[in-house]
């Protein structure tokens, strides 16, 4: 050994170093999320690298800042290690949380829905409200639109797709092209020009093969099989009728289709609306964007003609105006929609009343606002839109 210090490293090769120390929570590493700014290396060998965070007192700064030292100080030629600390501002934030979702896209496991498939789940914080009822009718009613709409019942264990849309039959698992592994092929129920390709664990036989695939699963493997194991098929849309309450099944389904859009129901009810809000900060907190609002049970109007709202008023614009979301439609109670439950057959389908006509005009404003494949051509500029309010500020 000469005693002879190694040269100090260049710049270059420090922001090299730089890529390999990831922020967890975004997903990437601090160079190309743009947190670690311009590295300087003067002739001693000490390291100077400006890391911006996110938010001041990221709880993550002393894991970054332990990432950052012992693995620049690992090269010979370093003699030293100094952060520069800053906070991002609004701009360089919305840029970082843009790449981060991006990456969560890209990351999120290859399920077999088509990727121009959109896909909407349909929530709410609360059970009754009315989000298999609103899940069967827009499906019906997009169908209907000539599109091929699948529908997945994540209702595990109190599912009613099968019963609201009439289709009782018990799904097949196929072996779909040269694929080892047998595939769940759904049902299928022709509307129109269009078709519904219908999933739930209502439709499962009681076979041994099939029931043991389903015994003692959990509620998020439920759904991820589901996602998984299913041969879809060409979809233009998923709709998917979300269990009562938040949790596991939604956070589940932001990791693994991250661009899923909720599109919350409620009652007119201030109460209600509470728990809907808790659905929607899940909603920001899972990264997932809500699509709309849709109040249902919005009022009664009696055989006479007196309208009456018996849940109370404004409930969905209220919470669509908390979560900075459009109120797509206001739903009003009538035996139809509850009567083309019970007899499988959706009120949007041909039905007259002020709820079906309500129903399809949603239909058609879904349809209206899904860009088509011709029009993608600027995705980030629809990554950026799908950034949670909160985090745009
Ligand atoms: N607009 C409406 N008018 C009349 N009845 C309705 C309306 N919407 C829903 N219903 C009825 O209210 C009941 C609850 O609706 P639905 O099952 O769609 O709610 P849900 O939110 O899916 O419930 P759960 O949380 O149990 O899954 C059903 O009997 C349904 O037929
Ligand atoms: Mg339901």
Partial sequence: ??????APPAPADVTAMLRAVIDPELGDNIVDLGMAGEVRVDADGRVTIPVKLTIRGCPLRAQIKKDVESRVAAHP???????????????????????????????AGD????????????????????????????????????RVVGVLDADIWGFSIPRMLGMSDRLEARRVGDAGK??????????????????????????????LMWRGLML???????????????????????????????????????????????????????????????????????AGVIENMSSFTCDHGGEYALFGEGGGAALAAEVGAELLGRIPIERAVA???????????????????????????????????????????????????????
């Fill in 220 to 290: 998020t493997k439920a759904v991820e099989q589901f996602l998984n194991d299913v041969h879809w098929g060409d979809l233009d849309y998923l709709l998917i009728d979300m269990p009562p309450g938040t949790g596991d099944v939604q956070m589940g389904l932001a990791r693994m289709l991250p661009r899923t859009d909720l599109v919350i129901v409620t009652t007119p009810a201030v109460s209600a609306q509470k728990v809907a809000i808790r659905a929607a900060d899940m909603a920001r907190r899972s990264f997932l964007r809500v």
């Fill in 77 to 107: 030629g370093v003699t030293g290690v100094t952060i520069e600390w800053g906070e991002m501002t609004a701009d360089e934030r919305t840029a970082t949380m843009t790449k981060a979702r991006w990456n969560a896209r890209q990351q």
């Fill in 111 to 146: 399920t077999r829905v088509p990727l121009g498939a959109r896909v909407l789940a349909i929530a709410s914080g609360k059970g009754g409200v009315g989000k298999s009822s609103v899940t069967v009718n827009l499906a019906a009613a997009i169908a209907a639109e000539g």
């Fill in 339 to 393: 009567h083309g439950g019970d007899e499988g057959q959706p009120v949007a389908l041909s039905g007259t009343g002020a709820a079906a006509v309500e129903f399809r005009r949603i239909a058609r404003a879904i349809i209206d606002s899904t860009p088509t494949t011709a029009d993608m051509g600027g995705c980030s500029a629809r990554a950026e839109d799908a950034i949670p309010l909160t985090l745009r500020r």
């Fill in 1 to 6: 050994m000469s005693g002879r210090r190694a």
């Fill in 182 to 211: 047998p595939s769940i092929v759904p049902n299928e129920r022709r509307v129109g020009a269009g078709l519904l390709k219908v999933v739930s664990t209502g439709m499962l036989v009681e076979d041994e093969g099939t029931a």
